[in-house]
C-alpha cells in the first residue's frame, strides 16, 4: 500500500490518474491509500541500499586460573 505523496505537484498527478477510474474520486485523505497492484514494476526507483554492521569486540575471559606475565604488576 501506498500513501499519497506529500508533494502537491505528485500528489495532483496521482489523483488524476485515480479520477480516470473513479470519477467520483476527489481529494485524498490522510488515510486514503493506493494498492500496489496499480503499480508497475517500472514506477519504482531501484535504490541498494548497504548496511554494515559495526560491533565492538569484547575482551575474552580466560577458563583457567593463570595470569600471564604481561598482567602481573612488579
Request: charged residues 30%; hydrophobic residues 30%.
Amino acid at each position: 500500500m501506498h500513501k499519497f505523496p506529500k508533494d502537491a505537484n505528485l500528489r495532483r498527478q496521482w489523483v488524476k490518474i485515480v479520477q480516470v477510474k473513479g470519477a467520483n474520486f476527489v481529494e485524498p485523505t490522510e488515510h486514503s491509500v493506493i494498492c500496489n497492484n496499480h503499480f508497475s514494476p517500472d514506477c519504482y526507483e531501484k535504490r541498494f541500499v548497504v548496511k554494515m554492521e559495526l560491533t565492538k569486540q569484547s575482551p575474552r575471559l580466560s577458563t583457567d586460573d593463570t595470569v600471564s606475565s604481561r598482567n602481573k604488576i612488579g
